[in-house]
């Protein structure tokens, strides 16, 4: 058997290009006593992916020029010697940018097995995967959402923010959502469970704000960073909370945070509000209440979710790209062939 692969052949310094990689064919080995061989189906791209190429991201080890690109993937498992993993199981962890992995279910590989068979098997590295969970305890749990509350969220048309509107919803809350064009801002009203929506290239974001909610918000689901983030700030209630999920503004050129000084930092003090940064696998002992919960609402209608999905291996660095150039509607992934 043959195995394709997408290893780092040079480091990104703007946006990501095909020739940042090479596609390896190389022969695969025979799983040994306590490993088992999955066949990916889907991968997934995420905003930090530019980081591991660069300096891991602080995370993870940086990756070596001619390394496999890291990445997560749900696949099937074809063969197995492993006592806890069956022919057939279908499991989401880290299987790098390749077709074929060979794993030994240790702690390094995040291996998870999904255990829902109604919903397509790319959920779960969405709107069931940790982008979904991400969503999920990102709101809940650091936004600590109650009934009743205004909520805003940055690209929300994104791949954890298009699952947000929806839990804001069945919360009985109220979500708004900025957008970069009005194709997704119709989206996140029409689908996706948002009451209303900004399109922030187009629109004065402060008036629009307080059009929605004149009283302001009592969250705001921060994906985005920089100018986005302040002025939200300043349209915080009193005991606010700011959940800091991401900062995409500022992952292109690779410069810290810190280069965009917040102009109304002052204002969490002010409105004595809370800030509040997180890592997913905090909360990994209840993944699978969240996986439970989520994958009942979407049978039940309430909550929508959107993919958007790219075909071949050979097209992974055009998905992560997509993300930069605020192209993706919804979770960008891709289909291994």
């Known amino acids: 058997m043959y195995n394709k692969r997408l290893v780092l052949a040079s480091r990104p310094t703007d946006y990501i290009k095909?020739?940042?990689?090479?596609?390896?064919?190389?022969?695969?080995?025979?799983?040994?006593?306590?490993?088992?061989?999955?066949?990916?189906?889907?991968?997934?791209?995420?905003?930090?992916m530019k980081f591991y190429m660069l300096d891991g991201a602080g995370i993870e080890a940086p990756l070596q020029i001619g390394d496999v690109m890291r990445g997560r993937g749900v696949g099937e498992v074809v063969e197995s010697k492993h006592a806890d993993f069956n022919v057939g199981d279908i499991v989401q962890g880290?299987?790098?940018?390749?077709?074929?992995?060979?794993c030994d279910g240790s702690p390094y590989h995040m291996m998870y097995k999904v255990e829902q068979r109604i919903l397509p098997?790319?959920?779960?590295?969405?709107?069931?995967?940790?982008?979904?969970?991400?969503?999920?305890?990102?709101?809940?749990?650091?936004?600590?959402?109650?009934?009743?509350?205004?909520?805003?969220?940055?690209?929300?048309?994104?791949?954890?923010?298009s699952s947000v509107g929806s839990l804001v919803a069945i919360k009985g809350a109220r979500a708004v959502g900025f957008a970069s064009t009005d194709e997704k801002c119709k989206l996140l009203v029409n689908?996706?469970?948002?009451?209303?929506?900004?399109?922030?290239?187009s629109e004065n974001i402060g008036e629009q704000i307080d059009a929605f909610f004149p009283e302001g918000i009592d969250v705001y689901f921060d994906n985005v960073g920089g100018p986005l983030l302040d002025i939200?700030?300043?349209k915080l209630r009193r005991y606010a909370r700011v959940v800091c999920c991401g900062r995409i503004s500022q992952y292109l050129d690779g410069k810290d945070a810190s280069?965009?000084?917040?102009?109304n930092w002052h204002r969490i003090g002010a409105t004595r509000s809370k800030m509040e940064g997180f890592f997913i696998y905090d909360f990994e002992k209840d993944f699978h209440?969240?996986?439970?919960?989520?994958?009942?609402?979407i049978t039940?209608?309430?909550?929508?979710?959107?993919?958007?999905?790219?075909?071949?291996?050979?097209?992974?660095?055009?998905?992560?790209?997509?993300?930069?150039?605020?192209?993706?509607?919804?979770?960008?992934?891709?289909?291994?062939?």
């Open 18 to 48: 095909k020739t940042d990689f090479a596609l390896e064919k190389v022969s695969l080995p025979k799983i040994k006593p306590g490993e088992f061989l999955i066949k990916v189906l889907y991968l997934s791209v995420a905003p930090v």
């Open 94 to 102: 880290k299987c790098g940018w390749q077709e074929y992995v060979i």
């Open 121 to 161: 098997y790319s959920t779960a590295l969405g709107v069931l995967g940790m982008t979904g969970f991400t969503s999920y305890f990102g709101l809940y749990k650091v936004g600590a959402l109650q009934k009743g509350e205004n909520v805003l969220v940055s690209a929300a048309a994104g791949g954890v923010g």
């Open 191 to 201: 689908k996706l469970g948002y009451i209303g929506a900004i399109n922030y290239n």
């Open 232 to 234: 939200a700030l300043t």
């Open 259 to 263: 280069v965009y000084p917040l102009n």
């Open 289 to 297: 209440i969240a996986e439970k919960e989520m994958s009942q609402w």
């Open 300 to 337: 039940e209608g309430k909550l929508n979710y959107q993919e958007d999905i790219l075909i071949g291996l050979e097209n992974m660095p055009v998905a992560l790209n997509r993300l930069f150039e605020k192209k993706n509607i919804g979770k960008q992934l891709v289909k291994i062939n």
